[in-house]
């Protein structure tokens, strides 16, 4: 048996020794075959080659609902936004998901949700008493104020703002106000009439009086633009950063449940 043995090994050296470059070829061929099913494994191993899951619908769900479902489905999840607040929708809710619902995809993609910010933004209301009553509307709509109404009342000035309500309340310069507030601007309608000739003054000056204001006004504006939207970029990092601890906090503690719960099927 071993003398067979020998001869075959005997006569593979043999036949290596007089066609060289035939055996090379043929072990290289074998090798890169070899190679090229190994990289198939791996390759269906890394990108779920054939394991593709139904993608549910979160969509007007609470986040932590959410989550609770996708994590069930065995789907990555993350946060595309949640700093725009919408008015039709609950705070911490699902807005929308990509990829959509029902769709099918690998396990490897992750499940991007735009999600409705906790509140309204707070902005400071600006100085808006003595402007023109277009203007104050402008200017609120422009910072974010969503329900602004102008109505007028009796007074000597015509077209200027006189009082601004807050949800049906007065309310002081540089008071944080959501953008979600009713805010009334009352401008007056110029009927009040004084005939007094001693208080009337000249057109001219009366011009380069209303120019100071607008210039004073335009300024103190668009310094308190500025203010308001660095306090909300500041708001929304910190929400973010807020936001991702508590997520921190709930993937940590899933990752707990779930090694307390192969510790006890161990047990089991």
Known sequence: MSNNNDNNTGGFDRFRDRHPILVNSVLMALA???????ALLFIDV??????QV???????????????????????????????????????????QD?????????????????????????????LVDLPGRQGVAML?????????????????DGLILQVTVNGHNV????????????????????????NPEQVLDPALMDSIDEANYKDAQETYEQELKAAQERAEQERKQQAAEEKKEQEKKSDKKKDQDKKSDKDKKKN
Do not use: C
Request: charged share 20%.
């Open 99 to 127: 990829p959509k619902a029902k769709s099918y995809i690998k396990k490897i993609r992750i499940i991007y949700l735009n999600v409705n910010a906790s509140h309204a933004p707070i902005i400071p209301l600006p100085k």
């Open 32 to 38: 890169l075959v070899a190679l090229g099913y190994i």
């Open 141 to 157: 709509k422009a910072m974010g104020f969503k329900h602004v109404t102008l109505d007028s009342i009796p007074s000597e000035m």
């Open 46 to 51: 890394f990108t779920s080659h054939g394991q």
């Open 54 to 96: 139904q993608v549910p619908d979160v969509r007007n769900l609470p986040l932590e609902k959410a989550i609770e479902i996708l994590d069930d489905a065995g789907l990555r999840w993350e946060i595309s936004d949640s700093t725009t607040f919408y008015e039709n929708y609950k705070p911490g809710t699902v807005i929308d």
């Open 172 to 195: 002081a310069p540089s008071t944080p106000v959501s953008v979600n507030s009713q805010i009334k601007i009352s401008v007056g309608d110029g009927s009040i009439v004084d005939i």
